[in-house]
Each structure stands twice: as C-alpha cells, then as structure tokens.
C-alpha cells in the first residue's frame, strides 16, 4: 500500500442461511464536517432488493472489483449459491469501479443492511478529498 492511501481491514463472519426472503438496501449521507447530525442523504443508493437480484446487480461490477483482489469473497461466477463462511479483507483500498465518478469534498457514510434470518448491518465513512500528485 503506497503512503497516503488509506484501506479497510477486517473480515465478516457469514454464518447464516441466505434464502429468497433475504434483502439487501444500501443508502448513502454526505457531511462536510464528518459530524453524525450533519449527514444528509444522497441519491446514491441502492434500492432495498432480493440478495440474488443485488448479486446479479452490483456484486460483480461494484463489490467484486474493489474487494475482490485484497479478500477471500467469491468470484462473481461462485457466489450463489451463498454459502456460510468468513470474509477476510486485507488492505482494501477501494479503486472507485462502480461509484460515482465525481463527488464533492466531504465525508460519506454508507449503510449496508442485510435482511432475512438475521438483520444486520456494515457502515462504512470515507473522507474524499482532493489529492495532490507529487
């Protein structure tokens, strides 16, 4: 990882039964302070869906492309049928595949929430900001 480049780190523990009740939504906030009463939504989001329809729909083009090259998360190829193990991440650095190609300075909260047998959800925060070249 070059300096000044900033990465997640961690793993996810899937042990569950994805059916076809499971639903995925994600929704995104803007703050320019980074405080939690500042945040306002953003028109980026993605709609509260069947798991199966946001893997055919985001998986590959969006999760896969910035996650896939630093973990152990399925090809898009293998992924369905979903089965019970642990996503590690290693030093992900998100390339931006599949995200807006333009935004404003400021910080990003997205929320990913996952329903069906159990909910649960990941938020994530991200400060963009210009960066200089050397």
């Known amino acids: ?6 990465a997640y780190h961690g793993y996810i523990n899937f042990n569950y039964d994805v059916d076809d009740t499971t639903m ?9 302070s980074g405080r ?3 945040y306002s939504p953003m028109p980026w989001s ?10 055919d729909s985001f998986y590959e083009d969006m999760i896969y492309k910035n996650l896939g090259g ?3 998360m399925p090809e898009p190829k293998n992924v369905l049928p979903f089965k019970k193990e642990n996503i590690t991440l290693t030093e992900c650095v998100v390339s931006g595949d599949g995200l807006p190609e333009m935004a ?4 990003y909260k997205i929320k990913l929430t996952v329903t ?6 990941i938020v994530s ?6 960066k200089m070249m050397p």
């Open 116 to 121: 069906g047998e159990v909910e649960w959800t």
């Open 46 to 55: 993605i709609p509260k869906q069947l798991y199966t329809e946001f893997i």
């Open 36 to 38: 939690d009463d500042e």
């Open 24 to 32: 995925v939504e994600a929704v995104s906030f803007r703050s320019q």
């Open 1 to 6: 990882m070059r300096q000044g480049d900033f």
């Open 125 to 130: 925060v991200a400060k963009i900001f210009d």
């Open 70 to 72: 630093c973990s152990n």
């Open 104 to 107: 404003p300075q400021g910080y």
